[in-house]
C-alpha cells in the first residue's frame, strides 16, 4: 500500500500564499504515477486542481487555479508541491493529495487524508 500525508495547510489572509507539501511511503510508486491535488470545499463536490507526470515536465490545471497555483515534484524525496499564490476565498477547501496512472482525476487510486486551507477575506 501507498501511503500519502500532507502538510503546510492553514489559514491565511487573501493574496497570501501557502506552500502544501505530500510525501508517499510504503509501496514505492511505478515510474507511471502521476500525482496531484483536488479539494472539496464544504457543501461542494470533489474539484480537481492539478497534476504532474512522473518525470514532472508536463502538468495540468483547473482553469480557476491556473497562474496562481504550481505542481512541482521531488522523486527523490516521493513529495510533490503545491505552492499556492495569490490565494481568494473561494480557495477554501480541504485539500488532496493524489496519486494514479492518470493524470487529471478526481477518484484516484491513492489519496491522503487531506489538509485544511481557509482564506480570509
Known amino acids: 500500500q501507498v501511503q500519502l500525508v500532507e502538510s503546510g495547510g492553514g489559514l491565511v489572509q487573501a493574496g497570501g500564499s501557502l506552500r502544501l507539501s505530500c510525501a508517499a511511503s510504503?509501496?514505492?510508486?511505478?515510474?507511471?504515477?502521476?500525482m496531484g491535488w483536488f479539494r472539496q470545499a464544504s457543501g461542494k463536490e470533489r474539484e480537481f486542481v492539478a497534476a504532474?507526470?512522473?518525470?514532472?515536465?508536463?502538468?495540468d490545471y483547473a482553469g480557476s487555479v491556473k497562474g496562481r497555483f504550481t505542481i512541482s515534484r521531488d522523486n527523490a524525496k516521493n513529495t510533490v508541491y503545491l505552492q499556492m499564490n495569490s490565494l481568494k476565498p473561494e480557495d477554501t477547501a480541504v485539500y488532496y493529495c493524489?496519486?494514479?496512472?492518470?493524470?487529471?482525476?478526481?477518484?484516484?487510486?491513492?489519496w491522503g487524508q487531506g489538509t485544511q486551507v481557509t482564506v480570509s477575506s
Open positions: 510504503g509501496r514505492t510508486l511505478s515510474t507511471n504515477y502521476a
Open positions: 493524489y496519486a494514479d496512472l492518470r493524470g487529471r482525476t478526481i477518484t484516484p487510486e491513492y
Open positions: 504532474i507526470n512522473w518525470r514532472g515536465y508536463s502538468t
